[in-house]
Nanobody, 124 residues
């Protein structure tokens, strides 16, 4: 059974930083592209960042480029999202997702497995 479990969310002031983690189990982690998506209240889910299964391709939403960094540790079966210079508009539930042999696509429909999400709230 595939499980993706996010952690690291919380309340942070604008300009602050958070590091999200996603621990994977039940899958061959190294074969999966990993993505981060988010959904704010009343809004549709949107792509944030992704990394290919090989680790050599990364994609970012334009508004987070230079502020967020995605990374992965295949030995630990984990993917991370380092977020800095956080803004109120980054407030959302953040989800990690897995796409087998993926290249880090922005379309969430490409991802087969999803976590339950972790809340990130940025206060002014």
């Amino acid at each position: 059974q595939v499980q993706l479990v996010e952690s690291g969310g919380g309340l942070v002031q604008a300009g602050g930083s958070l590091r999200l983690s996603c621990a994977a189990s039940g899958l061959t982690f190294s074969a999966y592209a990993m993505g981060w998506f988010r959904q704010a209240p009343g809004k549709e889910r949107e792509f944030v960042a992704a990394m290919s299964w090989s680790g050599d391709i990364t994609n970012y939403k334009d508004s987070v480029k230079g502020r967020f960094t995605i990374s992965r540790d295949n030995a630990k079966k984990a993917v991370y999202l380092q977020m800095s210079s956080l803004k109120r508009e980054d407030t959302a539930v953040y989800y990690c997702a897995a796409d087998i042999w993926g290249v880090g696509k922005v379309d969430g429909n490409s991802y087969e497995h999803w976590g339950q999400g972790t809340q990130v709230t940025v206060s002014s």
